[in-house]
């Protein structure tokens, strides 16, 4: 079974990320983006590296952004 890693990188990770996306995301959407993330990150690749999961989360919160806008 995989290890989980520590919180902290990841909830420095959700900040920034709330920051960025405040505009358009609830705190708690990005804070679920992040969750998944990282959890799919151990999933498939075994570890969930903090730059990994920003960039999972990130493509997550742009898409669910699109979507509002009706882009999609």
Known sequence: ??????AEPYEQLAAALRD???????PSTVARCVDAARYGAL???GHA?????ER?????????????????
């Not at 590296?49 to 999961?53: N, Q």
């Not at 999972?56 to 999609?72: E, Y």
């Open 1 to 6: 079974m995989s290890q989980i890693p520590a």
């Open 56 to 72: 999972i989360a990130r493509k997550h919160l742009q898409v669910l952004a699109m979507g509002a806008t009706g882009r999609a």
């Open 43 to 45: 999933e498939v690749v």
């Open 20 to 26: 960025e996306f405040a505009a358009v995301h609830p």
């Open 49 to 53: 590296h903090p730059m990994l999961v």
